[in-house]
């Protein structure tokens, strides 16, 4: 399972899209709060496509949120961050690699995500 969280409707919609049309299962959320719903409802393990800034806070709250429980940072793995906005801060960057997560440029390049995405996720 892929959980695609992303605040912009188009975006979002293509990206599920996507991903469904090439055979993986795929969940969405536009926010933090609807992405925590899902990730607490979802049952088993589950890839996380979080956009970094969400209109309720960002991806990296939610990264936070989720490796703070146990249980629920065991099932989430791997968590990759996408942005359309090239002037992310060095803070950004060092929070970015502090975690180990990978960072990924709007328009999403399939190309160089699906091979980050795990294997296992195909249904």
Same mark, same amino acid.
């Given at each position: 399972?892929? $959980?695609?969280?992303?605040?912009? &409707? @188009?975006?979002?919609?293509? $990206?599920?899209?996507?991903?469904?049309?090439?055979?993986?299962? =795929?969940? !969405?959320?536009? !926010? =933090?709060? &609807?992405?925590?719903?899902?990730?607490?409802?979802?049952?088993?393990?589950?890839? $996380?496509? !979080? +956009?970094?800034?969400?209109?309720?806070?960002?991806?990296? @709250?939610?990264?936070?949120? *989720?490796? !703070? +429980?146990?249980?629920?940072?065991?099932?989430?793995?791997?968590?990759?961050?996408? &942005?359309?906005?090239? +002037?992310?801060?060095?803070?950004?960057?060092?929070? *970015?690699?502090?975690?180990?997560?990978?960072?990924?440029?709007?328009?999403? +390049?399939? &190309?160089?995500?699906?091979?980050?995405?795990?294997?296992?996720?195909?249904?």
């Amino acid at each position: 399972m892929i $959980l695609v969280v992303e605040d912009e &409707t @188009d975006v979002r919609e293509e $990206l599920v899209e996507m991903l469904e049309l090439r055979g993986f299962e =795929v969940r !969405s959320a536009y !926010s =933090v709060a &609807t992405a925590m719903e899902a990730v607490r409802s979802i049952p088993g393990n589950m890839t $996380l496509l !979080s +956009d970094l800034r969400l209109g309720d806070g960002s991806g990296m @709250d939610l990264i936070r949120m *989720i490796r !703070s +429980d146990h249980e629920l940072s065991t099932r989430v793995a791997p968590i990759i961050l996408m &942005t359309g906005h090239t +002037d992310i801060t060095e803070h950004i960057e060092q929070a *970015i690699a502090a975690e180990g997560l990978q960072i990924m440029f709007k328009p999403v +390049d399939l &190309t160089k995500l699906l091979p980050l995405l795990c294997k296992e996720q195909l249904h």
